[in-house]
């Protein structure tokens, strides 16, 4: 599955971005859905996944009510609402697919196989 994330932008502290991530290709409800974000200099950080039906979700705690990620299989695209928005909330975010057969819970960057190119997201203060 190829991914494609869009929907980055500049928004001040205490805003709202919703990120969207569009998939072609097949199976793709077959996919747990990742979201992660990378800050200059740092590693990938884990932000919410959620299962192949969208039944399951689960967050970091850094980000945890204060996003939401949802998906819509019959459009092929997984979504990333985020409000509340904090200037260390700025980095790239990625969105990222693993077949179901991997462990949903597992957090790790690694056990994602597929990864879109990240928008930008930059939060004001």
């Known amino acids: 599955v190829q991914l494609q994330a869009s929907g980055g932008g500049l928004v001040q502290t205490g805003g709202s971005l919703r990120l969207s991530c569009a998939a072609s290709g097949r199976a793709f409800s077959s996919y747990t859905m990742g979201w992660f974000r990378q800050a200059p200099g740092k590693e990938h950080e884990f932000v919410a996944a959620?299962?192949?039906?969208?039944?399951?979700?689960y967050y970091a705690g850094s980000v945890k009510g204060r996003v939401a990620v949802s998906r819509d299989n019959a459009k092929k695209t997984v979504y990333l609402q985020m409000n509340s928005l904090k200037p260390e909330d700025t980095a790239v975010y990625y969105c990222?697919?693993?077949?179901?057969?991997?462990?949903?819970?597992?957090?790790?960057?690694?056990?994602?196989?597929?990864w879109g190119q990240g928008t930008l997201v930059t939060v004001s203060s």
């Open positions: 990222a697919a693993k077949p179901i057969n991997k462990a949903f819970s597992d957090r790790n960057a690694a056990s994602y196989d597929n």
């Open positions: 959620i299962s192949w039906s969208g039944g399951a979700t």
